[in-house]
């Protein structure tokens, strides 16, 4: 790990050091290799490795004593950005096109006042990026890597890369931080940049989560304080496997954040098809979801509906991504406008920076609660804008009290339930950042609600004691429903 991910996990409270951290035996991908498997990816997180492999193959590598499971995978998705043909009116001289896209989220505001994501370290996942583009070619970059071909060049590769590999994450980083007076101003053009190619376009597999894995690894080493992807996966998932932790990009996420990296990911673009609902790793708990609005702050009418397979509200926040003004990888130095909460997503995470960059002594989770608590639905959030549009200013002015600074943020879920299984009485725990009201209920395998109460819990800890001698033996779920928390509990009763 570098100095800047070490302090950087020591500033939110986390291990320094932790199980994860430690790489895959050696003799172990030794042993995959010799079965004959290609090995594709290894991730010390998840304790795996990723292969292309035959049936007879795969078969040699479960016979493995070390190994405790396989998964098989045929698929994946990106997010489309559908192209625009609406025009819009030039709003501001130094924004250009891109003044709505920032106004509407108060961001001119906090470069009035000099922020621009100075100090901050951002790590963009991706398919790829034109960085010669203009408004891109003058930005901090730390370091950059192709994870798809083993090399450090991000943009199009002759013979390797289609001609539209790097269109989507042109676009995208010129969102967040395009600097180009006059045409466009993204709200982190100041930050310190890494960018990983991780999403390949010509052809359809599942590698690409094996690599996102990997580039998440990286932006850990490197000290990365917040990563930012727009892509998702559901293909080879079921819609009751949207639960934060059965796929493995929300597992990926969820190791990321639990190191004190703010993670930002778009919602998705299903609200209309067959899925209908939200993609993976954006069912992921406690990291930045971002769902998506228009010009006019309506909701974008292709942005995916939470909620999560176990109940939470999803998105967390909302921005543009409606007809988003962005740079064109065809060309060095033209602009079109482009669709999809992939385009909102990079706005969410350059105001991350500008906030965190206002207020250095927070954690990530503060700068994720504060987004959250001063966003335009905060009081009533729901599962189409979350807790709603983000505002720029009063997250970066949002004033915490001196415990909210103290505490400890747990790792997700912050609800726990002892002991399980049970039979008699059940001692939930939750941690909480904020004082506030909620509905606990207890669900049944089939997704009923056999019991409730309302209950206020404070900052920190709170401890309860449930009786369930009255439930019969099964599978169930404990859920708590709160103004800025939404936690989840399996539970086992056993007679």
């Known amino acids: 790990?570098?100095?800047?991910?070490?302090?950087?996990?020591?500033?939110?409270?986390?291990?320094?050091?932790?199980?994860?951290?430690?790489?895959?035996?050696?003799?172990?991908?030794?042993?995959?290799?010799?079965?004959?498997?290609?090995?594709?990816?290894?991730?010390?997180?998840?304790?795996?490795?990723?292969v292309d492999a035959s049936t007879q193959q795969l078969e040699l590598i479960r016979s493995l004593p070390f190994v405790k499971d396989t998964r098989q995978f045929t698929k994946k998705l990106a997010i489309d950005l559908p192209r625009s043909?609406?025009?819009?009116?030039?709003?501001?001289?130094?924004?250009?096109?891109?003044?709505?896209?920032?106004?509407?989220?108060?961001?001119?505001?906090?470069?009035?006042?000099?922020?621009?994501?100075?100090?901050?370290?951002?790590?963009?996942?991706?398919?790829?990026?034109?960085?010669?583009?203009?408004?891109?070619?003058?930005?901090?970059?730390?370091?950059m890597r192709d994870f798809i071909f083993g090399d450090s060049i991000v943009a199009n590769e002759a013979g390797q890369d289609s001609a539209e590999q790097h269109s989507?994450?042109?676009?995208?980083?010129?969102?967040?931080?395009?600097?180009?007076?006059n045409n466009i101003i993204g709200p982190a053009f100041g930050a310190l940049w890494m960018l990983a190619k991780t999403e390949y376009v010509p052809t359809e597999t599942e590698v690409e989560e094996d690599y996102y894995v990997a580039g998440m690894e990286?932006?850990?080493?490197?000290?990365?304080?917040?990563?930012?992807?727009?892509?998702?996966?559901?293909?080879?998932y079921t819609q009751d496997q949207m639960d934060g932790r059965s796929t493995v990009?929300?597992?990926?996420?969820?190791?990321?954040?639990?190191?004190?990296?703010?993670?930002?990911?778009?919602?998705?673009?299903?609200?209309?098809?067959?899925?209908?609902?939200?993609?993976?790793?954006?069912?992921?708990?406690?990291?930045?979801?971002?769902?998506g609005v228009d010009s006019m702050l309506n909701l974008s009418g292709f942005s995916s509906p939470g909620p999560t397979a176990d109940g939470r509200i999803k998105p967390d926040v909302s921005a543009q991504a409606s007809d988003v003004w962005c740079a064109m990888a065809f060309t060095t130095d033209q602009y079109w406008r482009l669709s999809g909460t992939s385009l909102a997503?990079?706005?969410?995470?350059?105001?991350?920076?500008?906030?965190?960059?206002?207020?250095?002594?927070?954690?990530?989770?503060?700068?994720?609660?504060?987004?959250?608590?001063?966003?335009?639905?905060?009081?009533?959030?729901?599962?189409?804008?979350?807790?709603?549009?983000?505002?720029?200013?009063?997250?970066?002015d949002y004033i915490f009290s001196a415990i909210d600074r103290s505490i400890t943020i747990?790792?997700?879920?912050?609800?726990?339930?002892?002991?399980?299984?049970?039979?008699?009485?059940?001692?939930?725990?939750?941690?909480?950042?904020?004082?506030?009201?909620?509905?606990?209920?207890?669900?049944?395998?089939?997704?009923?609600?056999?019991?409730?109460?309302?209950?206020?819990?404070?900052?920190g800890e709170n401890s309860f004691t449930v009786p369930v001698d009255a439930f019969a033996s099964g599978k169930y779920f404990v859920r708590f429903e709160g103004r800025l928390t939404s936690q989840v509990a399996p539970i086992v009763i056993l007679k």
């Not at 989507?168 to 007076?181: E, I, K, W």
């Not at 990286?218 to 080879?236: N, P």
């Not at 190191?259 to 993976?280: C, H, K, M, P, Y």
């Not at 059940?426 to 950042?433: D, E, F, G, W």
Request: charged residues 15%; aromatic residues 6%.
């Open 345 to 396: 997503t990079p706005i969410a995470a350059g105001i991350a920076a500008l906030v965190m960059e206002a207020n250095p002594d927070w954690t990530a989770q503060q700068v994720r609660h504060a987004m959250m608590a001063t966003a335009s639905q905060a009081g009533a959030p729901d599962n189409d804008l979350g807790y709603g549009i983000v505002d720029a200013v009063a997250a970066a």
């Open 168 to 181: 989507h994450g042109t676009a995208v980083l010129s969102a967040a931080a395009g600097l180009d007076s």
């Open 1 to 50: 790990m570098s100095e800047r991910s070490i302090e950087r996990r020591l500033r939110n409270g986390t291990d320094v050091v932790s199980l994860g951290d430690i790489p895959v035996h050696a003799d172990y991908i030794s042993q995959v290799r010799q079965t004959g498997a290609q090995v594709r990816a290894v991730s010390k997180w998840l304790n795996a490795v990723s």
């Open 410 to 459: 747990p790792e997700s879920p912050a609800l726990t339930a002892f002991p399980n299984p049970v039979n008699g009485h059940l001692r939930l725990t939750l941690s909480s950042l904020i004082d506030q009201q909620g509905d606990f209920r207890l669900y049944d395998a089939l997704g009923r609600v056999v019991a409730s109460f309302q209950q206020r819990v404070q900052i």
């Open 249 to 291: 990009v929300a597992q990926a996420v969820t190791e990321a954040q639990r190191r004190g990296i703010l993670v930002l990911t778009a919602q998705g673009n299903e609200r209309n098809s067959q899925w209908g609902t939200v993609i993976s790793p954006a069912d992921a708990d406690s990291i930045l979801a971002i769902g």
């Open 85 to 143: 043909n609406g025009s819009s009116r030039l709003d501001s001289t130094q924004y250009g096109n891109s003044f709505r896209q920032n106004e509407i989220c108060r961001i001119p505001e906090l470069h009035a006042r000099g922020l621009s994501g100075s100090g901050v370290l951002l790590c963009m996942l991706d398919t790829g990026f034109r960085t010669e583009h203009v408004a891109l070619r003058d930005l901090n970059y730390l370091a």
């Open 218 to 236: 990286w932006a850990d080493s490197a000290g990365a304080d917040i990563t930012t992807s727009s892509l998702g996966y559901i293909d080879w």
